[in-house]
């Protein structure tokens, strides 16, 4: 007999026991979200944003050392074509810097995780904006090349930790 058209099985009363302990958590009883895409799990960031700070990161480091190598060439061949292509792959570096500082900004707001890497990869930017200033002065252009790269494998190595996908 039921009591005033109330399910008291035992699985009733475990869902009804899961969803107040979601709700007391302050979160959500639900199996998948709609989109279909799989639920992030408690604590961590959005799989998707990390994964692409995570090819920005190595995008980055890629055109800074195919920057780096042709700045090299160009010296040794005294400018002409190789200045040329170093100047191209600064370019390179310049768009994927912006394409990085979106997502870490992303990952760090929406998506709750560190906000370091954001603030690295703004200090990236504005240091490769710098290069176009300094580029006449070997003394300044390099040394701010190196901690342009330094900036770079320390938020390459810090998206590719396992650290990464904690949230704050």
């Known amino acids: 007999m039921r009591d005033s058209g109330r399910d008291i099985s035992h699985n009733a009363a475990y869902h009804a026991g899961a969803a107040d302990t979601a709700q007391q958590a302050g979160t959500h009883a639900t199996a998948a979200p709609r989109d279909g895409a799989a639920p992030a799990r408690a604590g961590q960031v959005p799989s998707g944003l990390l994964y692409g700070l995570r090819i920005a990161v190595v995008a980055h480091a890629a055109a800074l050392v195919v920057a780096a190598s042709l700045a090299g060439q160009a010296v040794q061949a005294g400018g002409g074509a190789m200045a040329e292509s170093h100047v191209m792959a600064g370019m390179l570096s310049h768009l994927v810097a912006i394409v990085q500082v979106v997502i870490a900004v992303l990952v760090w707001r929406p998506g709750r995780g560190a906000g370091w890497p954001a603030l690295a990869s703004v200090v990236l930017l504005v240091a490769e904006m710098a290069q176009h200033v300094t580029w006449e002065s070997l003394g300044a252009h390099l040394p701010n090349g190196v901690v342009m ?15 990464a996908a904690r949230r704050r």
């Open 149 to 163: 790269f330094g900036l770079t494998v320390a938020v390459l190595v810090w998206a590719w930790s396992p650290g």
